[in-house]
T-cell receptor, first 116, second 116 residues
Framework: NAGVMQNPRHLVRRRGQEARLRCSPMKGHSHVYWYRQLPEEGLKFMVYLQKENIIDESGMPKERFSAEFPKEGPSILRIQQVVRGDSAAYFC??????????????FGNGTRLTVT | AQTVTQSQPEMSVQEAETVTLSCTYDTSENNYYLFWYKQPPSRQMILVIRQEAYKQQNATENRFSVNFQKAAKSFSLKISDSQLGDTAMYFCAFMMANAGTYKYIFGTGTRLKVLA
């Protein structure tokens, strides 16, 4: 059973370009979470999605950032007009939570975004 | 609002010795889950151990065990017979369910260094 797959592993963008980060959750998982991590810091929650729905986007900047988890295909975190401050590691995690089972988060390997 | 506090930014331990990492949390909920994650230099987030709040028995996984004190809202991680490979950042996490959604909150992490 493949784990959470994130790609690309590394992404370099110039200021003003768009960054698209992809995340395929573990098979059967319908809950996806995105976190951001700056060097030497902890995980900062960004957004929580279920299939086709954004459940909680309280951690995501109102401008330039968007996320989706379509019915088919991976979850996408999109950052428009990137700035140097967007440079960070972005982690995706998924879980199999349901009414009868609660599960931990399973993390991908992260995408390291560098804005030059 | 729920919060998770890890009061030890950095710790070190001699190889083969025992170390305890502290974690406290704040919640008014009665049913929730607690986790410890490890992030080695590879940056991969690895689940170490989990605890259901309704279980009084402390969880153990080989050399890793927890001391869960529900009344005190404390969830410390004990690593016995520390190994060099235990060197990592350790994150405590809290999860609660609410109407079909699942919220995970992470502490700021403790950096553990195992010394040879």
């Amino acid at each position: 059973n493949a784990g959470v797959m994130q790609n690309p592993r590394h992404l370099v963008r110039r200021r003003g370009q768009e960054a698209r980060l992809r995340c395929s959750p573990m098979k059967g998982h319908s809950h996806v979470y995105w976190y951001r991590q700056l060097p030497e810091e902890g995980l900062k929650f960004m957004v929580y999605l279920q299939k086709e729905n954004i459940i909680d986007e309280s951690g995501m900047p109102k401008e330039r950032f968007s996320a989706e988890f379509p019915k088919e295909g991976p979850s996408i975190l999109r950052i428009q007009q990137v700035v140097r401050g967007d440079s960070a590691a972005y982690f995706c995690a998924s879980s199999l939570n349901s009414g009868t089972e609660n599960s931990p988060l399973h993390f991908g390997n992260g995408t390291r975004l560098t804005v030059t | 609002a729920q919060t998770v506090t890890q009061s030890q930014p950095e710790m070190s331990v001699q190889e083969a010795e025992t170390v305890t990492l502290s974690c406290t949390y704040d919640t008014s909920e009665n049913n929730y889950y607690l986790f410890w994650y490890k992030q080695p230099p590879s940056r991969q987030m690895i689940l170490v151990i989990r605890q259901e709040a309704y279980k009084q028995q402390n969880a153990t996984e080989n050399r890793f065990s927890v001391n869960f004190q529900k009344a005190a809202k404390s969830f410390s991680l004990k690593i016995s017979d520390s190994q060099l490979g235990d060197t990592a950042m350790y994150f405590c996490a809290f999860m609660m369910a609410n109407a079909g959604t699942y919220k995970y909150i992470f502490g700021t992490g403790t950096r553990l260094k195992v010394l040879a």
